[in-house]
């Protein structure tokens, strides 16, 4: 149940510490005892708070691969799931959390200066450092160009720190027992609650010049009233230079605390959508409209909303933020939109 730890964290990140993220491990509880089965909605607190970052573990990368390893496109059996209690989409996002190399606390007792770990709770830091760097490449003014001092110096709210990070997740395959046999368990698929929006990619995330060349639209902390919509405009520019049709864009906003024991914890309701739209006044093409995180339909639980789908060639898109049901007369959202478009100004 959403506990009164989870309610105090959630007012403290909505009134008085919005520029902080807090990144939490999603817990290592997602292995069912003695079989090589998953285990759902063992996410851990303060994981399942809603303004949390919660953390989950894929297997690691590189020289850190083990014997029949598959790498990093797969979860850790170990790793705690969702759905929280209230079936909010938990964890949030995913880093290596298996043979994990750290410094060694206490060489006495072992030679080594290093030793291999696992869990959760070494995925996290990763998340963390991603974060910090997230937040320096707007300080420093990489945004939206792509390097040093090319853009105005931000000072960026932890949602949009959150939205950036979870705007670039990549897609995790499979579920992979850490046992000696190494099973591989069950697919995967996007918004689920094993992986939420995937494994954490800064290049995915962000634009950075001689890495990517995709364009981004950011707003931080804007605030919205209930009952307002805010749109935005792009057109889908794929060439040569740019060549991905993917767009990718993330809504977060910090809310309220809820009661404990919620059945619904979410206190202020945003929406989000994108649809094509036939000309400059924003006219629109029927049948276009795309949802957040995998539906057809609103999401009405989650604080952190999540589009991608593929534009078309020189279309014309119209980016919508809704004020749905809001408590307050008016809370802030951060938003994150990234693809090879162009920026419209608004009609």
Known sequence: AYPTSCSMYDDLLFEDY??????????????????????????????????????????????????????????????????????????????????????????QYKEDDTKEVYGTSYAAPVVAGNAALVRQYFEDGWFPCGSQGCGKAIKPSGALVKAVLMNGGQNLLRVQSISRDKMLLEELTPYDNSQGMGLVNLAASLPIKGTNNFKAIAKNNKPIKNGERHTFFVRARINEQCQSTEMSLTLSWYDKGAAMGCAKCLVNDLDVWVQQITNINGKKRNGTKKRANGTKFKDWRNNVERVRFDMMNNRRYRITVKAANLSEEEIKYSLIATGCFKIIPNQ
């Open 18 to 107: 919005q520029d902080v993220v807090f990144v939490a491990s999603a817990g290592n509880s997602g292995k069912k005892f003695n079989l090589n089965e998953s285990q759902m909605k063992t996410i851990g607190n303060p994981a399942a708070c809603k303004n949390t970052l919660a953390v989950g573990a894929s297997l690691s990368d590189g020289n850190r691969i083990g014997p029949l390893d598959l790498g990093m496109d797969y979860l850790a059996l170990f790793s705690s799931r969702g759905p929280t209690s209230d079936n909010r989409m938990k964890p949030d996002i995913i880093a290596p959390g298996y043979t994990i190399l750290t410094p060694n606390a206490h060489p």
